[in-house]
């Protein structure tokens, strides 16, 4: 069964470019990666989501290395508005598969 | 366009008591998926509806179960409440199977 890793924690300054891995074996090999934002109370919210190599939106980029074992969420230049929980999603085995969230702490 | 409503919002139950949730998917989305959030936790995926049928379970018991309708709205139904069944319990939608998920603001579930 796949099993994720995020890191569980981490703090950032405004203006930084933050970071953060998740690490997924035995992923499905023709099903996306995404990745997920959630505040406090409220249901998670679609980031950006990727296959392989690299893709960017209008909020993130998403680095994905080709063995796909695992993935980099990229937020450049966070504000104090981006604190929250980020979760990694996989598929495996028909199942999806939620990390167990980085806490963002982004401070003036 | 109408986003991904849930209902009730908030729950009290007692052990052994049954429960229905209710999720009204976002129009033109004929995939649901419901997942359950302890607190402090990711969420966990309980199983995914495609046009009617399951389409992929994770690891839940029987006793919980669901439906889909003909208009894609779904209910996710647990039989004989545990305290551990306390949760978030969160529905989301998507156009097609694993795309872009859209989820609902969640059934707080407390059993006591």
């Known amino acids: 069964l796949a099993k994720t890793t995020q890191p569980i924690s981490m703090d950032s300054y405004e203006g930084q470019e933050v970071n953060i891995t998740c690490s997924h074996n035995?992923?499905?090999?023709?099903?996306?990666i995404t990745w997920y934002q959630q505040f406090p109370s409220q249901g998670p919210r679609f980031i950006i989501q990727?296959?392989?190599t690299k893709v960017t939106n209008e909020v993130a980029s998403l680095f994905i290395p080709a063995d796909r074992k695992s993935s980099t969420l990229s937020l450049p230049r966070v504000s104090l508005s981006d604190t929250a929980v980020y979760y990694c999603?996989?598929?495996?085995?028909?199942?999806?598969?939620f990390g167990q969230g980085t806490e963002l702490s982004v401070k003036p | 366009e109408t986003g991904v409503t849930q209902s009730p919002t908030h729950l009290i139950k007692t052990r052994g008591q049954q429960v229905t949730l209710r999720c009204s998917s976002q129009?033109?989305?004929?995939?649901v998926s419901w997942y359950q959030q302890a607190l402090g936790q990711g969420p966990q995926f309980i199983f995914q509806?495609?046009?009617?049928?399951?389409?992929g379970r994770g690891n839940f018991p029987p006793r919980f179960s669901g439906l889909q309708f003909p208009n894609y709205s779904s209910e996710l139904n647990v039989n004989a409440l545990e305290l551990d069944d306390s949760a978030l319990y969160l529905c989301?939608?998507?156009?097609?199977?694993?795309?872009?998920?859209?989820f609902g603001p969640g059934t707080r579930l407390t059993v006591l």
């Open positions: 999603l996989v598929v495996q085995g028909g199942k999806l598969i």
């Open positions: 509806y495609y046009r009617e049928e399951e389409n």
């Open positions: 129009s033109g989305h004929n995939t």
């Open positions: 035995n992923i499905a090999t023709n099903d996306y």
């Open positions: 990727g296959y392989k």
């Open positions: 989301a939608s998507s156009p097609k199977g694993y795309n872009e998920q859209f």
